[in-house]
């Protein structure tokens, strides 16, 4: 099932299962989403998208793609490598990204596979893993280069936890919709042109093996967002630099998830 948060045009902000040949409207869905639902015939207009999910956590992983890690010019990573966004700088599809006020000049695009996590996990084994998933949906991983990297000395979470820095969604995608999550193509698209074209086939760490390894030390909360890291082609490795502009659109696109398109404007 998709499952979209919305608000309507009563202003409520409700769940429904979304059909993607009907993307106006939602079927409303009751109860809790990490427990037990149920699809209404209640029928209501997606005013707009909001994050499929409010996550108590979002934890990201850099460097798990090989020919991301390649592009860096940094050894592969012996071990994940993780660290945390806020949960502040969550958006939806559609609403628009920020340029901060505060000043980076280096804003770039992260396509991103994002796990969300549909049950308490800790100490899970690598073959339970995949239990304690309740879904997939599409993330970005807005990251500024210049605080990321040189302002802030290598503070990775202030680069990427400016407000607006985690576009996600449009939708949740269940687990059982998706058999091969270690295999979709993934995209990121900038004003039309495609700038990220790889599979998830490429981590390092599959989601297994991240849910085994993160939950040895934290506990996943039910809701908790796991980004995955991201493939070649962000804009601060390209001759010349790409970063993102007031007014342009940027897009991530992963098989059989969706696609989550976001405007940038000055704050
Ligand atoms: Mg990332």
Redesign the pocket.
């Known amino acids: 099932m998709k499952i979209v948060r919305f608000r309507s045009q009563s202003g409520e902000k409700l769940y429904g299962a979304f059909d993607p040949d009907m993307p106006d409207e939602a079927r409303i869905i009751e109860g809790d989403i990490f427990g037990d639902i149920e699809v209404t015939e209640r029928v209501e207009r997606i005013e707009a998208f909001l994050p499929p999910i409010s996550p108590p956590n979002i934890i990201?992983?850099?460097l798990n793609y090989g020919k991301h890690a390649d592009e860096t010019g940094v050894k592969y990573p012996e071990i994940p490598v993780m660290f945390l966004k806020a949960t502040s700088s969550v958006i939806g599809h559609g609403a628009p990204i920020l340029l901060p006020a505060a000043g980076p000049a280096e804003v770039d695009y992260?396509a991103?596979l994002a796990v969300i996590i549909g049950k308490e996990a800790k100490n899970v084994s690598r073959s339970d893993a995949e239990e304690y998933v309740l879904g997939y949906t599409c993330a970005n991983?807005v990251?500024a280069r210049d605080w990321q990297i040189h302002k802030q000395k290598k503070q990775w979470a202030r680069g990427?936890s400016f407000d607006t820095f985690c576009p996600i969604g449009p939708y949740l995608v269940t687990k059982d919709e998706i058999e091969t999550p270690g295999c979709l193509k993934i995209r990121s698209i900038l004003n039309g042109e495609v700038m990220q074209d790889s599979n998830t086939s490429d981590m390092f760490f599959d989601i297994p093996a991240i849910i085994s390894n993160l939950s040895c030390s934290m506990t996943l909360l039910p809701g908790t967002v796991i980004?995955t890291?991201?493939p070649e082609g962000v804009g601060f490795t390209r001759t010349p630099p790409v970063f993102l502009q007031d007014g342009d659109i940027i897009t991530v696109s992963i098989e059989n998830i969706g696609e989550l398109s976001n405007p940038v404007k000055k704050e």
């Open positions: 990201a992983l850099g992260e991103e991983d990251s990427k980004l890291g991201t």
